[in-house]
């Protein structure tokens, strides 16, 4: 049988017209590979602060709640149960004082997904504008090429062209920086959105995780005002309650915005997996794991904190969120290999925007053996 050398290649293989990799950036973790390989060789192995994923165990009330729920033979649906719809909007009037009910919310398959297809469910495309913090979650990018829309950088909102910004992103606790927007800061950018007929949308994953300063949601009152239009905020258990594993995650806001949502999702399949749905009303309901959990992590931050500086960093920001933003006023990367020498393993700050490219972010997601490790090698090499 003979081939046609003249035929196009399959979608997928490389030169294929319009295949969607070529649009996206490198994935940032793959440049770090040789830098971990050099923190394995450490005689006391790899102390790893780079990716920010939980280590500690699933609180027993979720994993019992998920286990009691693995006889689900049928479909879930992508709305979620009611008991799911209303846990949600009771956490978020709770620990939020924000007012919703179980028609403004919906359940997500993690955040990572609603962040990189929101602007792909919402129609956005060629000609249109995402825009996001001159340092953030990559995500936001990546969104915004997975549709064809054009990706732009911010420091205030009053700089962007309110004539092609369709959707705007602020992320209060920031990642990577740890910085908390106030009331008034998020209420311009609330103002600014309304203004222009922008969707908002507030990413709000580290929400629970403030250590010198109270984050605020947009769906407080006190940004937004009396109702929610215009405004999405994006919610995640995988920090507050150890549950990257599962995916466990929701959106909530904007009633007619997270209809169209839902009518688009369903569509494309969107769905939590039952058990998961069940685990995500008992981690709702206990804040008692919340509170132990982020005992933890404030010994891990503040010991972290103290050996880095007494190093010779410089933190800047990182009052909130699993981060410290770090600096020694020197290109990241030679910062990413000095510590790698140490075993130590941090993410460089260009990963966020060229901005950041002379901080790391140190993510104190590791186990206090492993902090009380690397606080040695810093303190023997200070
Ligand atoms: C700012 C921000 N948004 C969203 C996510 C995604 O979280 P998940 O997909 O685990 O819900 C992360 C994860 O690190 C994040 O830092």
Redesign the pocket.
Known sequence: MSTNSTRAPFPGHPGAARRVSDKLPVFPWDKLEPYKATALAHPGGLCDFSV?TPVDPVPEVIQKALAAHTDTPGYPTVWGPLELREAIAGWLHRRLGAETGPQAVLPTV???EL?AWLPTQLGLGPGDQVAYPRLA?P?YEVGARLCGAEPVEYDSVDELDGSRVRLLWV?SPS?PTGRVLGADELRRAVEWAREHGALLVS?E?YLELGWEAEPVSVLHPDVCGDGHEGLLAVH?L?KRSNL?GYRA?FVAGDPVVVRELLEVRKHGGMIVPAPVQAATVAALADDAHVAEQRERYAARRSALRAALEAYGFRIEHSEASLYLWATQDRPCWETVAELAGLGILVAPGDFYGPAGDRFVRVAFTATDERVAAAVERLGAAS
Request: a neutral charge; aromatic letters at 6%.
């Open positions: 920010g993690g955040s990572k962040v979650y995500t992320n990642n990413d994953c995640s995988s990257a995650s």
